[in-house]
């Protein structure tokens, strides 16, 4: 007979419920490698963008010194901003970044791929997630307008692990 696996404690794998995984195991096999060799034939940039919010009062103060027994005081005015952080990072390790208040907009996306096609040099391919936004009918325009400059590859739903670039 055989003693039992000892169990220690671990920090768990999270992943979305809703997530469909023979559609992650699908784009992984299939349509991620068709978008790199897709980009090296049109000697494009492959880049991941993601993009996450930031609030000010969200973040704890951290440690701090002070006499043993004696509580240490962080003075905050209370006041609360944020903004929106929108990055990507290329596959030779190049990475474009932007601050923004509010929130992530079909224009503010726009200008983002734009900005990031003109840094660049060439031809980016975008691979990005599914929110709403990256869907718009405002950004599919802008897009067939710039096809020559950027190409936006959409990955499986609910699989924020496949971007690097997540907050």
Known sequence: MTAPARLRPQQPARRSCRQKGDEVSRWLQEEYPAIRARASGEKAEPVRADRCGLRSDTAPPGRSWAPAGVTPLVRVNGRRFRVTLMSAVAS????????????????????????????????????????????????????????ERVELHLMPGCSPELNPTSC
Do not use: M, N, Q, Y
């Open 92 to 147: 030779r390790g190049a990475l474009w970044c932007t601050v923004f208040p509010g929130r992530c907009t079909s224009r503010v996306f726009c200008a983002f791929l734009d900005r990031l096609a003109r840094h660049a040099g060439r031809k980016v391919h975008v691979i990005a997630d599914r929110p709403p936004v990256h869907r718009s009918k405002t950004v599919r325009v802008w897009l067939a307008e710039h096809a």
